[in-house]
């Protein structure tokens, strides 16, 4: 054999080699899944934790101030209405000591009057009162998916929510929104 003949058969069979290759490389696409089957799918929720003010109006009861803190006027009213009923009672040295008794007991009985009367005097306003409250809400951040692929399961989390089907590319499952159709 000569030289050239033996270069033709070497390039001829470079060229087998090339040509089969690409052959099953071609058939390998070809026969290729170019989707994977979804067999769940399940949204994956995230908790948002928003503070608000939260205000109402309140009535609210306070003791009115007070204008006489000793009471003064409810004790000499009272010593004068106990000395008037103290003196009519007895006679002599005996009026004497029911009209001081009278006067003494009266002028506490005044004075606690008074104590009472001004604890029960109250004034009612109303108060804007406010408090922060937080509010939770639950987002959507995207789907876990458990998808079949060549007889093998896998999950893989997408933004979107697929259809039965995921595609398929270069053997791997695309997790990424399918581009908007236009129309």
């Given at each position: 054999?000569?030289?050239?003949?033996?270069?033709?058969?070497?390039?001829?069979?470079?060229?087998?080699?090339?040509l089969g290759a690409s052959g099953v490389t071609g058939y390998k696409s070809l026969t290729a899944p170019?989707?994977?089957?979804?067999?769940?799918?399940?949204?994956?929720?995230?908790?948002?934790?928003?503070?608000?003010?939260?205000?109402?109006?309140?009535?609210?009861?306070?003791?009115?101030?007070?204008?006489?803190?000793?009471?003064?006027?409810?004790?000499?009213?009272?010593?004068?209405?106990?000395?008037?009923?103290?003196?009519?009672?007895?006679?002599?040295?005996?009026?004497?000591?029911?009209?001081?008794?009278?006067?003494?007991?009266?002028?506490?009985?005044?004075?606690?009057?008074?104590?009472n009367m001004q604890q029960k005097d109250v004034t009612?306003?109303?108060?804007?009162?406010?408090?922060?409250?937080?509010?939770?809400?639950?987002?959507?951040?995207?789907?876990?998916?458990?998808?079949?692929?060549?007889?093998?399961?896998?999950?893989?989390?997408?933004?979107?929510?697929?259809?039965?089907?995921?595609?398929?590319?270069?053997?791997?499952?695309?997790?990424?929104?399918?581009?908007?159709?236009?129309?």
């Amino acid at each position: 054999m000569d030289r050239s003949m033996m270069k033709g058969l070497a390039v001829g069979g470079l060229a087998m080699v090339v040509l089969g290759a690409s052959g099953v490389t071609g058939y390998k696409s070809l026969t290729a899944p170019k989707f994977a089957e979804v067999t769940a799918v399940k949204p994956v929720m995230e908790t948002a934790v928003t503070p608000r003010e939260h205000c109402a109006d309140v009535q609210v009861q306070r003791t009115a101030p007070v204008q006489d803190k000793n009471r003064v006027a409810g004790t000499v009213v009272g010593g004068l209405a106990g000395g008037l009923l103290g003196s009519a009672v007895g006679r002599g040295n005996g009026n004497t000591l029911a009209t001081v008794a009278g006067a003494v007991a009266g002028g506490y009985a005044g004075n606690q009057v008074q104590k009472n009367m001004q604890q029960k005097d109250v004034t009612t306003a109303v108060e804007r009162r406010c408090k922060t409250v937080n509010e939770k809400s639950q987002k959507l951040i995207g789907y876990d998916v458990s998808y079949r692929l060549d007889g093998k399961d896998g999950v893989a989390r997408t933004s979107f929510k697929p259809g039965t089907t995921l595609p398929v590319k270069d053997g791997k499952v695309v997790t990424t929104a399918p581009p908007a159709e236009k129309s």
